[in-house]
């Protein structure tokens, strides 16, 4: 008896623990998206380049990825209007050939909501 009215007190707690937080969930916050392209000097996608990415109005950046084997590359942001500043690190990187790239210039790239911003890093040697 003792047992029976256990299992019904143990299975009507587990029913109520997953009606609750099936109902206390949140939508998932709206944000954009800056997706972008890493490109040696001749044109070609580069892989596993350092890619940082800072609000334009701070100094150390935010965020730091790095290229996949298209060169592509893609950071989450907030939503909302924000500007943003995206370049590539490349110290002490060399290409298998052995030439050192240089970084290419920041990219300032603009936010007004929850869009998504398409950029492309060229590097020099």
């Given at each position: 008896?003792?047992?029976?009215?256990?299992?019904?007190?143990?299975?009507?707690?587990?029913?109520?623990?997953?009606?609750?937080?099936?109902?206390?969930?949140?939508?998932?916050?709206?944000?954009?998206?800056?997706?972008?392209?890493?490109?040696?000097?001749?044109?070609?996608?580069?892989?596993?380049?350092?890619?940082?990415?800072?609000r334009?109005?701070?100094?150390?950046?935010?965020?730091?990825?790095?290229?996949?084997?298209?060169?592509?590359?893609?950071?989450?942001?907030?939503?909302?209007?924000a500007?943003?500043?995206?370049?590539?690190?490349?110290?002490?990187?060399?290409?298998?050939?052995?030439?050192?790239?240089?970084?290419?210039?920041?990219?300032?790239?603009?936010?007004?909501?929850?869009?998504?911003?398409?950029?492309?890093?060229?590097?020099e040697?």
């Amino acid at each position: 008896m003792l047992a029976a009215v256990l299992s019904v007190v143990v299975v009507t707690g587990l029913w109520c623990a997953g009606h609750a937080s099936a109902d206390d969930r949140q939508p998932p916050k709206p944000y954009a998206l800056i997706f972008g392209t890493v490109w040696d000097p001749d044109g070609r996608p580069l892989y596993g380049v350092t890619v940082k990415i800072r609000r334009a109005n701070e100094k150390k950046a935010r965020w730091e990825l790095y290229s996949d084997h298209a060169g592509e590359f893609a950071q989450r942001v907030p939503a909302g209007k924000a500007d943003y500043v995206v370049w590539a690190d490349v110290k002490g990187s060399k290409l298998p050939s052995g030439r050192k790239l240089k970084s290419g210039a920041e990219i300032a790239v603009h936010i007004d909501s929850d869009e998504r911003s398409d950029i492309g890093l060229h590097l020099e040697w």
